[in-house]
């Protein structure tokens, strides 16, 4: 659906723009309803029905995106040179520590229940080990 919103505001005008993005969520409205009660109604034919329908039904538009579809519109682009993002750029760092600090959390609240997890974090805090807390993997 972004890539869909983000086609239609680079290709249209302010005014058409609300119809076409209503548009595009009554689309997606219509085929969260629609997709599963056709999807269940195509497992009586076999387990792998409903999968390969919807593989195949989504190359459908496939041509008419290749020969229709038109390219950003050269007055939105960016004029001048690209500055790269580094990996340490202040621009990115509150969301990398974020995603550090997030993990980190999900791992030690659940590495006790995955017997894989739990033989990583024990592995890697040794005082468990000699104050008796050994791992029973």
């Known amino acids: ?50 999968i390969v329908f919807s593989a195949l039904i989504m190359l459908l538009p496939l041509p008419f995106v290749v020969n229709k579809l038109k390219g950003t519109p050269s007055q939105n682009r960016q004029s001048g040179p690209v500055e790269k993002l580094r990996f340490t750029d202040s621009k990115i760092r509150p969301y990398f520590i974020l995603m ?27 005082y468990r080990r000699r104050s008796g807390l050994e791992s029973p993997l």
């Open 1 to 50: 659906m972004p890539a869909a919103q983000t086609y239609l505001i680079a290709h249209t005008t302010a005014e058409e723009r609300p119809a076409k993005m209503a548009m595009i969520g009554m689309m997606f409205g219509v085929g969260m309803i629609i997709g599963p009660a056709a999807g269940s109604a195509m497992v009586s034919a076999g387990i792998l029905v409903p």
């Open 100 to 126: 550090i600090t997030v993990y980190a959390i999900f791992f030690l609240r659940y590495s006790k229940q995955s017997p894989f997890l739990f033989k990583i974090y024990y592995h890697l805090m040794p």
